[in-house]
C-alpha cells in the first residue's frame, strides 16, 4: 500500500467566532489525485494555506511529506508545488525569461537552469512559444506555463486551485492529460481544488467532499455512488417505441402508464420514471435481461437500452439536494 504523503487530523481553523475548517480529517497517498470538492466558503483554500504553512491551525495537526507546516514551513515549501486560480507572470518578459528567472530564484545557475527551463517547456507543449511574451499568452497557455513553473523545483506534491477555469475543451484536455501524466509516470501527488465536477471526475482517483468547514464524505466515485444509492445502485435507461403517449386521462397515455406499471412489477425494479420516450428504472441488481424480456412481452420495442452509471455530479447534488446533506 502506498504511504500517505498527507495527513491532516482533526485540523481545525477559526477567525474569531467563524470557524473556517472544523476537525479535518484526511490523508491523501503518494502518487495519487485527490480531488477536492465544494462551494465557496466551504474551508478549501484555507485548507490549503495550512498545508503550504500559510496560515496556522487553530488545533489539530497538518504533516506534508513527514515535516510539519507550522514549525518547518519553508522546508514544506520546497517540497510543494502550488498553482493558484491567477498565476502570475511578468507579462513584458518571455516564457523562456519567466522560467529562467524561477529557477533562479529556486538556487540554480543560469548555465544549469536554462536545459531545465527548455525541457519543462517541451514537456507542457510551448516549446514553440518560449520565446512569446506572457502578456500575449491564452488563458491555457498560461496555466500550461504555470505548471512548469511549479514543476522547476521538483515538488513531491502539486496543489491546483481551479486550474481549468476559463480554458478552452482543447486546451482543458491538455492540461488534464498533463496532470495525469505527471502522476502515473512519476509519482507526483496532485490535490485538486475544483468546482467543476466532469474535469475533477476525468483524472481524479479519489474526491473529498467540503461544506461549512466540514469533510462530508471521501472516497472514489464507487464507494461514495454505493454508500449513497445503496437501495438502487443500477439503473437501466430504456428508449420504448410501439405505445401512444397523449394527453392526460386519454387511451393513449393510458398504454404508457400500462407498460410503466409492468416494468414495475420486475424482480428488484424500486422505481420507474418516465421523460418523453425514455424510461429510467431503478433497480436492487442488474435486472437488464428481466427488464428487456418484460418490454418484449409487452409488446413494445427497443431502440435504446443501457445501464447508467452514477458520477460525480450525482453523487454531489444528492449530498446537498434540498439543502440537506447526507452524511
Known amino acids: 500500500m502506498a504511504e500517505n504523503i498527507v495527513e491532516l487530523n482533526d485540523l481545525t481553523k477559526r477567525y474569531g467566532s467563524f470557524t473556517a475548517v472544523d476537525q479535518?480529517?484526511?490523508?491523501?497517498?503518494?502518487?495519487?489525485?485527490?480531488?477536492?470538492?465544494?462551494?465557496?466558503?466551504?474551508?478549501?483554500?484555507?485548507?490549503?494555506?495550512?498545508?503550504?504553512?500559510?496560515?496556522?491551525?487553530?488545533?489539530?495537526?497538518?504533516?506534508?511529506?513527514?515535516?510539519?507546516?507550522?514549525?518547518?514551513?519553508?522546508?514544506?515549501?520546497?517540497?510543494?508545488?502550488?498553482?493558484?486560480e491567477d498565476v502570475g507572470f511578468y507579462y513584458n518578459r518571455t516564457a523562456r525569461e519567466n522560467l529562467l528567472y524561477t529557477a533562479m530564484l529556486n538556487g540554480l545557475f543560469e548555465r544549469e537552469a536554462k536545459p531545465v527551463v527548455e525541457q519543462l517547456l517541451a514537456r507542457v507543449g510551448l516549446a514553440e512559444a518560449a520565446?512569446?511574451?506572457?502578456?500575449?499568452?491564452?488563458?491555457?497557455?498560461?496555466?500550461?506555463?504555470?505548471?512548469?513553473?511549479?514543476?522547476?523545483?521538483?515538488?513531491?506534491?502539486?496543489?491546483?486551485?481551479?486550474?481549468?477555469?476559463?480554458?478552452?475543451?482543447?486546451?482543458?484536455?491538455?492540461?488534464?492529460?498533463?496532470?495525469?501524466?505527471?502522476?502515473?509516470?512519476?509519482g507526483i501527488t496532485v490535490l485538486f481544488s475544483s468546482h467543476d465536477l466532469p474535469h475533477v471526475q476525468q483524472v481524479c482517483d479519489r474526491v473529498g467532499l467540503f461544506v461549512g468547514g466540514k469533510l462530508?464524505?471521501?472516497?472514489?466515485?464507487?464507494?461514495?455512488?454505493?454508500?449513497?444509492f445503496a437501495?438502487?445502485?443500477?439503473?437501466?435507461?430504456?428508449?420504448?417505441?410501439?405505445?401512444?403517449?397523449?394527453?392526460?386521462?386519454?387511451?393513449q397515455a393510458y398504454t404508457a402508464a400500462w407498460l410503466?406499471?409492468?416494468?414495475?412489477?420486475?424482480?428488484?425494479?424500486?422505481?420507474?420514471?418516465?421523460?418523453?420516450?425514455?424510461?429510467?428504472?431503478?433497480?436492487?441488481?442488474?435486472?437488464?435481461?428481466e427488464i428487456a424480456r418484460a418490454i418484449m412481452e409487452a409488446g413494445a420495442g427497443i431502440f435504446?437500452?443501457?445501464?447508467?452509471?452514477?458520477g460525480l455530479d450525482d453523487i454531489y447534488y444528492r449530498y446537498f439536494e434540498g439543502g440537506v446533506n447526507h452524511a
Not at 266 to 287: L, P, Y
Not at 304 to 310: A, G, R
Open 304 to 310: 435504446h437500452l443501457n445501464k447508467k452509471e452514477y
Open 24 to 84: 479535518l480529517n484526511l490523508s491523501i497517498r503518494k502518487g495519487e489525485i485527490f480531488g477536492l470538492l465544494g462551494p465557496n466558503g466551504a474551508g478549501k483554500s484555507t485548507t490549503i494555506l495550512m498545508m503550504l504553512g500559510l496560515t496556522e491551525p487553530t488545533s489539530g495537526s497538518v504533516t506534508v511529506c513527514g515535516i510539519q507546516p507550522t514549525t518547518h514551513p519553508i522546508e514544506v515549501k520546497r517540497r510543494i508545488g502550488y498553482l493558484p
Open 131 to 186: 520565446g512569446k511574451k506572457a502578456g500575449k499568452f491564452s488563458r491555457g497557455m498560461l496555466q500550461r506555463l504555470g505548471l512548469a513553473d511549479v514543476l522547476i523545483k521538483n515538488p513531491e506534491v502539486i496543489i491546483l486551485d481551479e486550474p481549468t477555469l476559463g480554458i478552452d475543451p482543447t486546451g482543458v484536455r491538455e492540461f488534464l492529460d498533463l496532470i495525469v501524466t505527471l502522476s502515473r509516470q512519476e
Open 260 to 289: 410503466q406499471e409492468i416494468l414495475q412489477k420486475v424482480g428488484g425494479v424500486n422505481e420507474v420514471r418516465k421523460t418523453d420516450q425514455i424510461f429510467e428504472i431503478e433497480c436492487s441488481h442488474d435486472a437488464t435481461a
Open 216 to 228: 462530508l464524505a471521501e472516497g472514489t466515485i464507487e464507494t461514495l455512488s454505493r454508500k449513497l
Open 231 to 251: 437501495r438502487s445502485p443500477f439503473v437501466i435507461q430504456a428508449g420504448l417505441a410501439g405505445y401512444e403517449t397523449g394527453k392526460e386521462g386519454s387511451a
